[in-house]
């Protein structure tokens, strides 16, 4: 059983930067996504970046060029490194993993999700 515990969430102001983590413990798998997903209140589950075992990323185009996705070399720890935090990206945010297949960004394809980590961007 795969587990998946995310860090780093907080309160910034908008512009600001904060640095989320996941770490993996149990089975993991080489050869599958990774991915970051948030959910706003009131909204749907979102995707915002996916990472391949050949490190090859899909981001939302949401975050294009502020976001960056990123995997530690043992493939255990997932980081997403958020720069210019907008109010708009205030929501609650997840990693998946456990890709069963098809979009890397929905997720519907991930079976296992860690608790999440708040991340609050004021005005």
């Known amino acids: 059983l795969l587990q998946l515990v995310e860090s780093g969430g907080g309160s910034v102001q908008s512009g600001g930067s904060l640095r989320l983590s996941c770490s993996a413990s149990g089975y993991t798998w080489d050869n599958y996504y990774m991915a970051w997903f948030r959910q706003a209140p009131g909204k749907e589950r979102e995707g915002v970046a996916s990472v391949g075992a050949d490190g090859s990323t899909i981001y939302a185009d949401s975050v294009k060029g502020r976001f960056t996705i990123s995997q530690d070399s043992t493939k255990r720890t997932l980081f997403l490194e958020m720069n210019n935090l907008k109010p708009e990206d205030t929501a609650m945010y997840y990693c998946?993993?456990?890709?069963?297949?098809?979009?890397?960004?929905?997720?519907?394809?991930?079976?296992?999700w860690g608790q999440g980590t708040q991340v609050t961007v004021s005005s």
């Open positions: 998946a993993a456990g890709f069963r297949g098809g979009d890397s960004l929905d997720p519907s394809s991930y079976r296992y």
